[in-house]
């Protein structure tokens, strides 16, 4: 779908009546390009915050697999001293 597409229902009967409203409101559609602008600044914003969000992912990941592995080499140091 495109941002011209719209998709209703409606039962039969009701289909004329209905169908003049929003071709009215169709006809009565204009650009407004502030808007757009706005738009398109927000969606660079959500771009940038999902990827700072996934950095930050990243790197609490790298953490928790560093301890892990900083763990797990102290528990074997230990083993291996007391074996």
Do not use: C
Not at 11 to 16: M, R, S, V
Not at 30 to 43: H, T
Not at 61 to 71: H, L, T, V, Y
């Amino acid at each position: 779908m495109n941002d011209y597409t719209f998709m209703l229902r409606t039962p039969a009967p009701l289909y004329p009546a209905w169908g003049r409203v929003l071709e009215h409101i169709w006809q009565s559609l204009e650009n407004n390009p502030q808007w757009l602008a706005a738009v398109e600044k927000a969606k660079g914003e959500r771009a940038r915050i999902a990827w700072e969000t996934k950095q930050y992912i990243n790197q609490v990941m790298a953490e928790i697999m560093a301890k892990r592995q900083e763990a797990w080499d102290e528990a074997q140091r230990n083993r291996e001293e007391e074996g």
